[in-house]
C-alpha cells in the first residue's frame, strides 16, 4: 500500500510540475529559454518512469530481482525524448493542431516507457501478450496525452493547469493500468515474492528521489516566478519613477491625476494642482555644476517624499519642474501644504562645502473651481505659476480668470506682429550716442518702433518677449538689421550703429553669416556696425558664446556689453570676451548725484574699463547733474534723454535710405 500511495503522490505532484513548465515554454516570447525544456524533459520523464516501476514494485515484489539494468535505463531515455519531442512540437508548432501532435508524441513517449520497461523484466518463457489490449492502452495513453496539451494550450479557462495535470495523471495512469493487464505471465506468485521489506525500501528510496527531482524543478519553476515578478516589479518602477530622484515621473503624475479627477467627479470633491519651479537652478547648475545641480534636486525630493501625508502626491515633470496634488477643500490644510513646499525649497541645501538656496514659484488651480477637465486644469496651475514667477513680490499664486486673458491677448499680439511685420508696420527710430567730454554725436542706436493702426505706440518691452516666445524675433532681428545697416549705409561715414540682439537671435547658426551677407548687401562697412548683447545671452553656453563673438569680430565688427551692473555681470565676463565697449546700465544714473554708492559703483566700472582698455559708454542720462558726474570721473561716452530722444532719422537729419 505504501508503495501505491508514493507512486500516487509522485505522479500527481510530477505532472503538475510538467504541465506548468510546459505553460511557460509556451508564454515565453521567442522559445528563449531553452533550459526549460530540458527541465520539462526531465521533469516529465522522471514522473513516467518512477510511476512505472513504484507500481510494478508495489503488485511484483519481486520483479527487482528480475530487472535488466541496461534496458530499464534506457526506457527513462525513451521517456525524456519522448517528453522533449512532444514539448517542441506542442510548443513551437504555427499549426493549431500543434498541441494535438504533441500529446500524441506525449501519449507514444508514456508507451514506449512502459513497454521498455516491462521488456526489462526477465520473465522468460513466461510472459505472454494480449495485442489488443497493447493497442487499446496506446489510444488511451495518446488521447487523455493529446487532451491534456490541448487543455494546457489552446483553453482559455483560468483552472486550464489544474485539468490538464489531471489529464496528464489518467495518461500515465490508464496506460500502465491497461498495458499491465496486456502481459500474461505463468511464473508462480512465490517466484514474484522477495524476501524481507527489500522491494519497499528501494521503492520508498525511489520515491523519495523522485520527489526530490521533481520539488527541484518547482522550486526552479518558483525561482523563476520570483524573478520575473522582481523584474517587472523593478521595470514598474522605473518606468513610473524618476531615475534621479525616485519621485513620481510624468508617466505616473498623468496616470495619478486621472485617478483623482475620476474620484473628485464621482464623490463631488475638490482638489488642488500644484505646479511648483525652482527659481535658480540654472545658476547652480552654471556656477556649480550639474553634480550640484542633481544634489539640489535629489535634497529637495527626499524633503517633499519626507514631508508627504494623507491624500498629497508630488511628482518630478522633468528638469526643475515639480507638481504636487492635494485631496482636500480645506483652505487652512492646503495653504499649510504650500507652506511645507516652500518650506522645503527655500531651506539651504549643503554640498560638500557650501550651501545654495534655490527659492521657487508655486501656482495652483483647484478642481472643479477652475477647471473640470485635466488638460485645462494643468495649464491653468501653469499659468498660476509663471505669474508668480513673473511677480517680484510673491512666490505663491492662485489661478485667476484674468491669467487666461493675458494669455489670449498675448497671442493675440504674436497675431498682430506677424502681420505688423509683412504689412510694414514697423519702423526704426534712433537714439544719438555722445561723446560727454565734446558733446560730438559719434554713433546712434538703432530701436525698433511699432505703431499699431488700432492699438496705436506698442511699447518695445510689451511686444519683444512675446515675439522671443512664439519665433518671431529671429525675422524681426533680420529686419531690423537689414533695415538699420541700409538706412546708415547713408548717414555720415563717422557716424556708427549701434543694433541689439536678443539672446534668441544671438544663438542661430547663421548669425555670422547673415551679418556678413547685410553688410555686403547694404554697403555699409564692417567698422561701422555694432552689435549689442546683454549677458543673460551669453551665461548659458559661455563657450558657444565666445566662439560666435569671435566669428563676427573676425568679420571687422565691433562687440558691446549692454546694461552692464544687473543680472549676472561679472568681472569674469569681460576677462573672456573681447568686447569693443561696456554700456553701463541706466540704473545707476537715478541716484549719482546723491548716492555715494551708486557713485562709487559708476567710478569702480569706468576705472574697470580703463584698466580692460574697453570704452564705457553711460546710459539713461537725463539731468544736466548726472552729466557733469560722468565728466567729472572721466566717463567717455554717454546716451539717454538729455542728450537726445529717440527719433526717426529724417527727424534727427538722417537721410534715409
Not at 505532484?13 to 520539462?40: D, F, K, V
Request: hydrophobic fraction near 45%; proline fraction near 4%; include cysteine.
Amino acid at each position: 500500500m505504501l508503495l501505491l500511495i508514493s507512486a500516487l503522490i509522485v505522479c500527481i505532484a510530477g505532472s503538475w510540475i510538467t504541465m506548468r513548465i510546459m505553460a511557460r515554454i509556451a508564454a515565453t516570447p521567442e522559445r528563449q529559454n531553452h533550459s526549460w525544456y530540458l527541465q520539462c524533459a526531465a521533469a516529465g520523464a522522471t514522473t513516467i518512469w518512477c510511476t512505472h516501476f513504484l507500481a510494478l514494485l508495489a503488485y511484483m515484489p519481486g520483479v527487482a530481482g528480475l530487472l535488466n539494468i541496461p534496458i530499464t535505463l534506457f526506457s527513462f531515455v525513451i521517456a525524456a525524448g519522448g517528453v522533449l519531442a512532444a514539448t517542441v512540437i506542442a510548443t513551437t508548432s504555427k499549426s493549431r493542431m500543434g498541441p494535438a501532435m504533441g500529446g500524441a508524441v506525449l501519449g507514444l513517449a508514456i508507451a514506449g516507457m512502459h513497454y521498455s520497461g516491462m521488456y526489462a523484466v526477465d520473465f522468460g518463457e513466461h510472459m505472454a501478450w494480449s495485442a489488443p489490449t497493447i493497442v487499446l492502452s496506446l489510444l488511451l495513453g495518446m488521447a487523455f496525452g493529446t487532451l491534456s496539451l490541448q487543455c494546457l494550450l489552446r483553453s482559455g479557462n483560468r483552472h486550464c493547469e489544474l485539468l490538464a495535470t489531471v489529464l496528464f495523471v489518467a495518461a500515465i495512469a490508464g496506460l500502465h493500468f491497461v498495458g499491465v493487464s496486456a502481459m500474461r505471465t505463468t511464473m508462480l506468485s512465490a517466484d514474484l515474492t522477495a524476501g524481507g521489506n527489500t522491494p519497499v525500501v528501494l521503492g520508498v528510496a525511489l520515491a523519495i528521489t523522485t520527489l526530490l527531482l521533481v520539488a527541484t524543478g518547482g522550486n526552479s519553476f518558483s525561482i523563476d516566478d520570483a524573478t520575473r515578478a522582481e523584474s517587472y516589479e523593478r521595470m514598474r518602477q522605473m518606468a513610473l519613477h524618476d531615475a534621479l530622484t525616485s519621485l513620481p515621473n510624468r508617466v505616473s503624475f498623468n496616470d495619478h491625476l486621472d485617478q483623482v479627477i475620476d474620484a473628485a467627479r464621482k464623490d463631488a470633491t475638490q482638489f488642488a494642482l500644484i505646479g511648483i519651479d525652482l527659481n535658480k537652478f540654472k545658476e547652480i547648475n552654471d556656477v556649480r555644476g550639474h553634480a550640484a545641480g542633481d544634489a539640489v534636486l535629489v535634497t529637495i525630493a527626499n524633503r517633499f517624499t519626507e514631508m508627504l501625508g494623507a491624500g498629497e502626491f508630488v511628482a518630478r515633470l522633468g528638469g526643475d519642474e515639480f507638481a504636487a496634488v492635494h485631496l482636500t477643500s480645506d483652505p487652512d490644510e492646503l495653504n499649510a501644504f504650500v507652506a511645507r513646499i516652500e518650506e522645503a525649497i527655500n531651506l539651504p541645501i549643503p554640498i560638500d562645502d557650501y550651501e545654495v538656496t534655490t527659492g521657487g514659484s508655486v501656482g495652483l488651480a483647484l478642481f472643479p473651481k477652475d477647471a473640470t477637465d485635466k488638460e485645462t486644469l494643468v495649464t491653468r496651475a501653469d499659468l498660476a505659476m509663471y505669474r508668480a514667477k513673473a511677480d517680484p513680490v510673491r512666490t505663491v499664486a492662485y489661478y485667476e480668470p484674468s491669467m487666461d486673458e493675458t494669455v489670449r491677448e498675448a497671442r493675440a499680439l504674436a497675431a498682430d506682429l506677424r502681420t505688423a511685420l509683412e504689412k510694414g508696420e514697423l519702423s526704426l527710430h534712433y537714439q544719438v550716442q555722445t561723446a560727454i567730454a565734446t558733446g560730438e554725436i559719434f554713433g546712434y542706436e538703432a530701436l525698433l518702433r511699432w505703431n499699431h493702426p488700432e492699438r496705436g505706440e506698442v511699447p518695445p518691452a510689451q511686444f519683444i518677449p512675446v515675439a522671443e516666445e512664439n519665433g518671431l524675433i529671429i525675422p524681426l532681428g533680420e529686419w531690423v538689421l537689414q533695415t538699420a545697416c541700409a538706412q546708415a549705409a547713408h548717414w555720415d561715414p563717422s557716424c556708427k550703429l549701434a543694433v541689439n540682439l536678443s539672446p534668441v537671435q544671438f544663438f542661430h547658426p547663421d548669425l555670422s553669416r547673415l551679418v556678413q551677407e547685410t553688410l555686403e548687401n547694404t554697403g555699409l562697412p564692417p567698422a561701422r556696425l555694432e552689435l549689442e548683447l546683454t549677458e543673460t545671452s551669453i551665461i548659458d553656453d559661455k563657450q558657444r558664446a565666445l566662439e560666435i563673438v569671435r566669428r563676427i569680430k573676425e568679420l571687422g565688427v565691433s562687440i558691446a556689453l549692454d546694461d552692464f551692473g544687473t543680472g549676472y555681470s561679472s568681472i569674469d565676463t569681460l576677462r573672456s570676451f573681447p568686447f569693443d565697449r561696456i554700456k553701463l546700465d541706466g540704473s545707476f544714473m537715478k541716484g549719482i548725484e546723491t548716492n555715494s554708492d551708486a557713485a562709487a559703483i559708476v567710478r569702480s566700472v569706468l576705472a574697470l574699463g580703463r584698466t580692460m582698455n574697453i570704452s564705457v559708454l553711460a546710459e539713461g542720462i537725463e539731468t544736466p547733474r548726472q552729466l557733469e558726474v560722468l565728466r567729472g570721473e572721466g566717463c567717455v561716452a554717454g546716451q539717454g534723454f538729455l542728450l537726445g530722444r529717440p527719433a526717426r532719422p529724417e527727424a534727427l537729419g538722417l537721410q534715409p535710405a
